[in-house]
C-alpha cells in the first residue's frame, strides 16, 4: 500500500490567532489534520526562578505577569498559598473585594476570550463590543489599585490599600449594564448559523478523556463533568454566595462557549450579593509582623516605624514546610505549590498554570478534523501564553 | 480528621508509606519511587478514593539540605469526593522514576517540564525531550546550582579582570 503524503505546517509562532506566540506544528493529508503538536517556551521568562529571589511581597508583582489577562485570580491564589503556609486570618473587608474583584477578573478574561475567539471565527464586531465593555473594567482596575492591568492590588493578609469611596457605585454600574450587553452577545452569535455551524460538534471531548488530559474549568465543565474549585473546597468567602455551576453536554466548541457566558452571569450574581453587604473594618490583617501599619502611625509611633522597618528590610518570614494552594481561575484550576524553608524568600514556587495543561489536550480536539477547525479549538480552550511559558 | 485516604492507605501499604502527615489540611505522604505506579493506580481505582484527576505534578531542588537531592510532587484529586492527596518522591541526581502518563496523558507535558527545569529523568516517558527552553540549552535552570543570571558587571576598577565578552556557559562551545 503506498504511504499516502503529508504535508508538515507551522501555524505560528506569529499566527494571531493563536493568542500569543504558540506554535502549531500540524502534519496534514489535505486539509485534514494527522497529528497536531503545539509547541511553546517562547515567551519563557523564568517567572518560577526570579521568585526564589525575592521576598514573599516583592514576588506578588510578578504573578500578574504570568495570566496577564486575570491578574488578580494570579494574586489570590499565590497570597493564597502564602496565607495558607503562614495561617493568616484575613478581614472580612478584604476577603468581600476579593471575591468582587475576582469576579470581575473573571468577566475581563472572558470578554477578551469572547472578543478574540469570536473574532477567530470571523465574527469581527464581537471583539470591538467586548473590548468596549471590557474597558468598564480595566478602569475599575485603575480605581482600585491605580493600575489598569498589573494590579498587584492582593497583599499577603489582605489587600494593598483601601477601596476608594464611590466604589460600589461603579461595581453597580456594571451590574446594571453587563446583563443587557451579555445578552447582546447571545443574540449576535447563539443562534447565528455561521457561528452553529464552525463550532457544534468541532473538538469534541468526553469527559473521561477531559479528566484524563486534566483539563479543568470551564473546558472541563464543558463535558459535562460538575466541578467548580469555588464550590468544591471554597476559599476566601465563596461559600458565603450562592451561584450554579454551568455545564454543557458534548464538550465541543458551542458548549465550552455557552458555559462561559453563562458563568459571566453566574459572576455578576456573586458580586451582586457581595457588593451589598461589604462590611467595615480592617482591609488587611492587623498583625504587624506580616502587614505595615498604616502610614499615618509609621510617622508617629516608635514602635510602628520599626514594625514598617523590618517589614521593608527583611520581610516576613514563614515557617518551613510546603503547601498547595488553587482556585477557579477563569481557564481552569490555577495552583501554587509553594515551600518554604523558613526565610524572607521563597525556596520554590510553582504554579499549575490552567492553559499549560489545557493546550496540552490540543491533539486530541484538532486530529481529523479540518485546518480551520484548529482555530476554532485552540480559541475554545482559552489559552494565555503568558501563563504556559511562565 | 483521619480521612478515608489515611485510614485506607495504612490498611493496604503500611509497609511501603515511608512517611504519613498532615500539613495545613492536606494530607501528604512519602513514598518510594519502585511504588509510585502501583499506589497511583489504587489510588485512581478504588471505588471509595476515585483520585482521578492529577493536578498537578512538580519537583523542587534541596541541594545540600537533604540526603536525597530532589523531591517529585504528585498532587491528586477526587472530583467526585473532593479530596486531595500529595505524594511525594524522593531521589537523588541521576536516578530516574517511572512516567504517570500510562496513567494519566496530563503528567506528560508536566514531567516534560520538570525534566526541563530540574533533569530529572522519567523512565518509559513517550516524548521526554525540553519544553519551555531551547533544545540546544546545557543545564537545568531551576536547579539550585544554576544561577539565576551570568551577567558579569563591568565596573571600571575591576575591568582588567573580566573577560570582554564572557561566554554564557549554558551556550555550548559551538557559538560564542
Known amino acids: 500500500m503506498a504511504k499516502r503524503d503529508t504535508m508538515i505546517i507551522n501555524m505560528g509562532p506569529q499566527h494571531p490567532a493563536t493568542h500569543g506566540v504558540l506554535r502549531v506544528r500540524l502534519e496534514l493529508d489535505g486539509e485534514t489534520i494527522v497529528d497536531a503538536e503545539p509547541i511553546i517556551g517562547y515567551l519563557h521568562t523564568g517567572i518560577e526562578k526570579n521568585m526564589e529571589a525575592k521576598t514573599y511581597s516583592q514576588a506578588i508583582t510578578m504573578t500578574d505577569r504570568m495570566d496577564y489577562l486575570a491578574p488578580m485570580s494570579n494574586n489570590l491564589v499565590y497570597v493564597g498559598a502564602v496565607e495558607k503556609l503562614m495561617e493568616v486570618k484575613v478581614p472580612p473587608r478584604a476577603e468581600y473585594v476579593r471575591v468582587i474583584m475576582a469576579e470581575l477578573t473573571r468577566l475581563n478574561s472572558h470578554l477578551v476570550w469572547l472578543g478574540t475567539h469570536a473574532l477567530d471565527i470571523g465574527a469581527m464586531s464581537m471583539a470591538l463590543y467586548c473590548f468596549r465593555e471590557r474597558e468598564m473594567i480595566t478602569q475599575m482596575y485603575e480605581f482600585v489599585s491605580g493600575v489598569r492591568m498589573m494590579s498587584s492590588y492582593f497583599r499577603v493578609g489582605g489587600l494593598a490599600q483601601d477601596i476608594p469611596a464611590g466604589f460600589d457605585k461603579r461595581v453597580k454600574e456594571i451590574l446594571r449594564v453587563f446583563p443587557i450587553k451579555i445578552d447582546e452577545y447571545e443574540g449576535l452569535l447563539t443562534d447565528n448559523r455561521i457561528w452553529r455551524k464552525r463550532t457544534i460538534g468541532v473538538g469534541t471531548i468526553s469527559a473521561e478523556d477531559a479528566i484524563d488530559a486534566g483539563l479543568s474549568g470551564p473546558s472541563l465543565r464543558a463535558s459535562g463533568v460538575e466541578w467548580d474549585i469555588r464550590k468544591s473546597d471554597p476559599y476566601s468567602y465563596y461559600d458565603k454566595f450562592e451561584f450554579d455551576i454551568p455545564t454543557g453536554k458534548n464538550g465541543d466548541v458551542f458548549d465550552r462557549y455557552q458555559v462561559r457566558v453563562e458563568e459571566m452571569r453566574q459572576s455578576l450574581r456573586i458580586i451582586s450579593q457581595a457588593v451589598e453587604s461589604i462590611p467595615d473594618g480592617p482591609y488587611i490583617t492587623e498583625d504587624r509582623k506580616i502587614a505595615s501599619p498604616p502610614k499615618e502611625e509609621v510617622l508617629k509611633g516608635m514602635e510602628q516605624l520599626i514594625h514598617h522597618f523590618k517589614l521593608v528590610v527583611h520581610g516576613f518570614q514563614p515557617p518551613p514546610g510546603d503547601v498547595y494552594f488553587c482556585i477557579e481561575s477563569p481557564k481552569g484550576e490555577i495552583g501554587c505549590y509553594l515551600v518554604s524553608d523558613g526565610t524572607k524568600k521563597p525556596y520554590r514556587v510553582h504554579f499549575r498554570p490552567p492553559s499549560f495543561v489545557n493546550i496540552s489536550a490540543l491533539p486530541r480536539l484538532v486530529i481529523g478534523r479540518m485546518i480551520a477547525d484548529v482555530i476554532a479549538c485552540i480559541g475554545s480552550i482559552d489559552i494565555v501564553l503568558g501563563e504556559i511559558d511562565r | ?176
Request: charged fraction near 30%; charge should be negative; proline fraction near 5%.
Open chain 2, 1 to 176: 480528621m483521619a480521612s478515608i485516604i489515611e485510614n485506607k492507605l495504612k490498611k493496604e501499604y503500611s509497609d511501603k508509606i515511608l512517611e504519613i502527615y498532615n500539613f495545613r489540611g492536606d494530607l501528604n505522604i512519602v513514598i518510594q519511587p519502585q511504588d509510585l505506579l502501583e499506589i497511583c493506580r489504587y489510588l485512581k481505582t478504588d471505588p471509595e478514593l476515585k483520585l482521578n484527576f492529577l493536578s498537578c505534578v512538580t519537583a523542587a531542588d534541596y541541594l545540600g539540605l537533604r540526603e536525597k537531592r530532589f523531591e517529585v510532587i504528585y498532587i491528586l484529586f477526587s472530583i467526585q469526593f473532593h479530596h486531595r492527596l500529595i505524594i511525594k518522591i524522593r531521589i537523588d541526581e541521576g536516578e530516574s522514576i517511572s512516567t504517570l502518563s500510562s496513567l494519566w496523558s496530563t503528567s506528560n507535558w508536566q514531567e516534560r517540564e520538570i525534566y526541563d527545569m530540574f533533569g530529572i529523568k522519567f523512565a518509559d516517558h513517550p516524548n521526554l525531550k525540553r519544553i519551555l527552553m531551547d533544545d540546544d540549552w546545557i543545564g537545568y535552570p531551576q536547579r539550585k546550582d544554576f544561577p539565576l543570571t551570568y551577567e558579569v558587571p563591568n565596573f571600571s576598577y575591576n575591568k582588567d579582570e573580566i573577560d570582554p565578552r564572557p561566554k554564557a556557559p549554558w551556550r555550548g562551545d559551538s557559538d560564542g
